[in-house]
């Protein structure tokens, strides 16, 4: 990428290689006078696009979608290198997921966003027609984490485009060379439809401030309060993705062999750093013994080395020291270290500098920790014994927060039966994390997990203003309350609210009655 004089002259966002905590190329940040430019010119493209038919926005979306295509090796290298991943978890958490979210939501934004009948036998006889329009905002401003730094970005930034807004897109500081990609598949769009404002804390709160018509924050609960704190003062409406403890429930007729795969999985894919991840696995006193034990065999089977590494490093130092302090908290408070429990070893000395931290399980886990009470955002499961199913649930609820949840068991009707009990964004049955990739479900949190959805027809329409759209059907009658008041306007309102609310057949004809009689001279003392 070529760098302009203008853009050597400002501060300057270093992309680290978590591996080996070298740095490998600097991008341009932005200014905050530059984010609310930015912000002004959306504005100035909203009004053409949200007028563009959105048959026409999803056929612009799907030429961002080849450009994906188009670099996807390059995408992926961009991402396994300043996230530190390994290349299959790039590929199928970042770019699959992203181009089937453009793909599905594309397709179904048409449909999605037309008016729809409301009331369609009520209103008519009221002598009302109504509809519901979904109309843009305006513009969008999405602040995306770097845990998943394309994925998330679109989830925020599909909707919100198909839905007729401009947006203005910050991507993580951290990993400011997916930034500029995505900076790249963009430009299919028209001017001033998607922008990418780089920059830390100060371009996200320039951001924030500009104003935007509507936010979308994917990231951490603690910054998801500060800008929901941000927002208020101009009253900006939010969606807000946040973290969680997720909670996985192992019960006492599960597959153990599948629910130890799933679990594992679940708790280390990315490092941990997922806010979906594993981070309370209550097991079933029975089987927990054996669980652990092909849980702790299987992790045995993770490789942290070379082009073919299951587990990658930590992306930014300040998660491996929250993993750091968490796991030698939890040991001086008595947990016991089932597997890992420290830096990883890598034989082939690659990890000298880099973020390493071996996949731990503990048992053992008490309120007193500090990975009871916050999120961890790494490689460290602990797995909780309960006495069955109806502690676990309780627990689940009670311990911790989650953005997603998982019930493990051979049994349908019990894994109904626990999952509409477990108070949780998303519930996953025998598998977890999933539906983060699934564009036709729903996705966000509960509590501090978050609010708003993304994802499906619901997610695209967080980021439209429904409309009702009302018709009166004999517009050469005045309507009976109109002025003025008089005992026939009086008691044609009153017999109305007889026939909707009478709880006997004989009262609501009473009411139609007393309409039938006044209904006339009410019309006619109408001004």
């Given at each position: 990428?070529?760098?302009?004089?203008?853009?050597?002259?400002?501060?300057?966002?270093?992309?680290?290689?978590?591996?080996?905590?070298?740095?490998?190329?600097?991008?341009?940040?932005?200014?905050?006078?530059?984010?609310?430019?930015?912000?002004?010119?959306a504005r100035e493209a909203a009004p053409g696009w949200g007028a563009t038919p959105a048959r026409d926005r999803a056929s612009a979306l799907r030429e961002v979608r080849t450009r994906i295509y188009e670099r996807m090796d390059d995408i992926v290298d961009t991402i396994t290198r300043g996230n530190g991943k390994p290349r299959a978890e790039a590929l199928a958490h970042d770019v699959l997921p992203t181009v089937l979210t453009i793909t599905y939501l594309a397709r179904i934004a048409p449909r999605a966003l037309a008016p729809q009948r409301a009331g369609t036998l009520a209103a008519p006889l009221l002598g009302m027609s109504s509809r519901i329009e979904w109309r843009p905002f305006g513009v969008v401003g999405c602040i995306s984490p770097w845990n998943y730094p394309l994925l998330l970005s679109f989830m925020a930034l599909t909707p919100a485009l198909l839905a007729g807004n401009a947006v203005v897109l910050k991507p993580s500081e951290m990993t400011p060379e997916v930034g500029e990609r995505m900076r790249e598949v963009l430009e299919p769009l028209p001017p001033g439809v998607a922008t990418v404002v780089q920059g830390g804390g100060e371009v996200g709160a320039a951001l924030v401030d500009a104003p935007c018509d509507k936010l979308c924050f994917i990231g951490s609960t603690a910054t998801g309060r500060r800008i929901?704190?941000?927002?208020?003062?101009?009253?900006?409406?939010?969606?807000?993705?946040?973290?969680?403890?997720?909670?996985?429930?192992?019960?006492?007729?599960?597959?153990?062999?599948?629910?130890?795969?799933?679990?594992l999985w679940g708790a280390f894919l990315n490092a941990g750093q997922t806010c979906c991840a594993i981070e309370r696995a209550y097991v079933v006193d029975s089987v927990a013994d054996r669980f652990e034990e092909l849980l702790v065999s299987k992790l045995g089977r993770l490789r942290q080395v070379g082009d073919e590494m299951d587990v990658g490093p930590l992306t930014v130092p300040r998660q491996l020291e929250i993993v750091e302090r968490h796991v030698?908290?939890?040991?001086?408070k008595g947990a016991r270290i089932l597997a890992g429990g420290g830096p990883a070893r890598r034989p082939d000395g690659n990890g000298s500098g880099g973020l390493w931290f071996a996949p731990t399980v503990l048992a053992g886990r008490t309120k007193d920790m500090a990975l009871f009470t916050e999120e961890t955002f790494g490689p460290v499961?602990?797995?909780?014994?309960?006495?069955?199913?109806?502690?676990a649930v309780?627990?689940?609820?009670?311990?911790?927060?989650?953005?997603?949840?998982?019930?493990?068991t051979g049994s349908r009707r019990r894994a109904n039966d626990v999952a509409s009990r477990l108070v949780s964004g998303t519930v996953t049955i025998n598998d977890h994390a999933v539906t983060a990739s699934a564009p036709?479900?729903?996705?966000?949190?509960?509590?501090?997990?978050?609010?708003?959805?993304?994802?499906?027809?619901l997610g695209m329409r967080e980021f439209a203003v429904?409309?009702?759209?009302?018709?009166?059907?004999?517009?050469?009658?005045?309507?009976?309350?109109?002025?003025?008041?008089?005992?026939?306007?009086?008691?044609?309102?009153?017999?109305?609210?007889?026939?909707?609310?009478?709880?006997?057949?004989?009262?609501?004809?009473?009411?139609?009655?007393?309409?039938?009689?006044?209904?006339?001279?009410?019309f006619r003392a109408k001004i």
């Open positions: 990428m070529t760098t302009t004089r203008a853009e050597a002259s400002r501060p300057a966002l270093p992309s680290f290689d978590p591996a080996t905590g070298r740095v490998m190329a600097e991008v341009p940040a932005n200014t905050p006078d530059e984010v609310r430019h930015a912000v002004a010119r929901a704190e941000a927002a208020a003062k101009h009253l900006t409406p939010v969606v807000m993705e946040l973290g969680g403890q997720d909670a996985a429930i192992v019960c006492s007729d599960a597959d153990l062999d599948l629910a130890s795969s799933g679990v030698e908290d939890a040991r001086s499961l602990p797995i909780v014994r309960v006495r069955d199913e109806d502690e309780e627990r689940a609820n009670r311990e911790g927060y989650n953005l997603t949840a998982s019930v493990w036709w479900g729903l996705w966000g949190g509960v509590g501090e997990s978050g609010y708003g959805r993304l994802h499906g027809k429904p409309v009702h759209v009302a018709t009166n059907l004999i517009p050469w009658v005045k309507r009976p309350y109109w002025y003025p008041y008089d005992r026939a306007t009086n008691q044609t309102l009153h017999g109305a609210a007889e026939l909707f609310a009478a709880p006997t057949l004989s009262g609501r004809l009473a009411g139609l009655g007393k309409v039938a009689r006044n209904a006339l001279a009410a």
